[in-house]
């Protein structure tokens, strides 16, 4: 999606972790020691100004957010933070039009989402792809990364993801898409209704193989 969009991609060199599981169980001083190699492997692409782009919510928002606070006194971290984008904000601030879609949706918000950036760059991005999206006023899917597949918090939640998104992913047609930026969310959708949920990049590449195979088959008949 983001070469379509005209940019030159480059991935890590080396697999790296945002740390997130370390703070949910209270792993403060390993979650440092990790974002501090984070940082060492990044640092020319940080000192260069190159934007992160991040997929899923929960790991920006730890760049984001916990990064400066764990170490406030670190220029690179603050750096950083304030390269650190997920793909819809990064899109919407460079004005990418996408190919149209013309889908009816269904879209869950991941909780990071909603509590550190603002989801609505996400819907921008929808609407351009002739999307409607229809944004759940759900709260918290259940699974929050591994809480749901803990025994001691599995009522809890099950509970949590039947109060308005599992009904409403259930009552939904067929042909509704079902979009959810945070991979928790699109499991929690798949394991208690055995439907697919989408990221939002999937969606966009979607419009995009549409657009493309509609070229190819326009270019066949000429």
Known sequence: VLQYAGF?????????????????YGMLTTAKRLLQNTIRSLQAEIRAG????????????VFRDELKNMLPHDQDAQRLSKQTFILSEFLEQHNFRPPKLEKKALVQVHCHHKAVMSADSEQKLLKKLGIDPGVLASGCCGMAGGFGYEADHYDVSIAAGERVLLPAVRAASADTLLIADGFSCREQILQQTGRNAFHPCQVVHMAIDQQQAAKRAAERKA
Do not use: H, N
């Open 8 to 24: 030159d991609v480059r991935l890590p060199m080396k697999q790296l972790c945002c740390g997130r599981p370390l703070y949910d």
């Open 50 to 61: 190159i934007p992160l782009v991040i997929l899923e919510p929960s790991c920006a928002a």
